[in-house]
């Protein structure tokens, strides 16, 4: 029962450096959703997909890029990290609109 | 457009006292609703959900009612434990795509011995 699985769980970027934070689900879900949450905040929806070769922009975009090339997998690119980009980032999924959501562990970002 | 509005926090209460926290909602129509936990260094998980009107949702002696005429969600628990301290958030998915779901704020509840 893996679930939603995130790598890596943490990391420290510099300025100005890119990477992927890896997410893969196994329940053959088609939403797939990546938020980030702030110290002592709540969620906010940064990209979200509806199923293979569909990707939308959620609240918080700007910053970021994903690509959903199969069901399974949920990459979420950072180009040219910023220190605004420090936060820790769940991948989520569900199998249907109205269902609730199974998250990862997270991934916590520093970026100096 | 669809809002939750969550008890504020923290929360700090001694073991074996009675908890509520407040979700208050705003949404078109009978969405459901759900009671997300998310314990130290983990994700969030789903505690517990209400599908309809009325509906009780239960589990780890939690329990929560839909309540529609005061749009409300509150979340309570008898006797809590030192295992409960956690983050909590209420829910409400939008009514065809759960990942834009609407989070409250999410509040902190510290459980003392």
């Known amino acids: 029962n893996a679930g939603v699985t995130q790598t890596p769980k943490f990391r420290i970027l510099k300025i100005g450096q890119s990477m992927t934070l890896q997410c893969a689900q196994d329940?053959?879900?088609?939403?797939m959703y990546w938020y980030r949450q702030d110290p002592g905040m709540g969620l906010k929806l940064i990209y979200y997909?509806?199923?293979?070769?569909?990707?939308d922009k959620g609240e918080v975009p700007n910053g970021y890029n994903v690509s959903r090339s199969t069901t399974e997998d949920f990459p979420l690119r950072l180009e040219l990290a910023a220190p605004s980009q420090t936060s820790v980032y769940f991948c989520a999924s569900g199998d249907r609109g109205n269902s609730p959501l199974h998250f990862g562990n997270g991934t916590r970002l520093t970026v100096t | 457009g669809d809002s939750v509005t969550q008890m504020e926090g923290p929360v700090t209460l001694s073991e074996e006292a009675f908890l509520t926290i407040n979700c208050t909602y705003t949404a078109t129509g009978y969405p459901s609703l759900f009671w997300y936990v998310q314990y130290p260094g983990e994700g969030l998980q789903l505690l517990l959900k209400?599908?309809?009107?009325?509906d009780k949702g239960s589990n780890k002696g939690f329990e929560a009612t839909y309540r529609k005429e005061t749009t409300s969600f509150h979340l309570e628990k008898g006797s809590v434990q030192v295992s409960d301290s956690a983050v909590y958030f209420c829910?409400?998915?939008?009514?065809?795509?759960?990942?834009?779901?609407?989070f409250g704020d999410g509040t902190t509840l510290t459980v003392k011995p």
């Open positions: 209400a599908t309809k009107a009325d």
């Open positions: 829910a409400l998915p939008s009514g065809t795509n759960a990942g834009k779901s609407t």
């Open positions: 997909s509806v199923g293979a070769g569909i990707t």
């Open positions: 329940m053959n879900h088609n939403y």
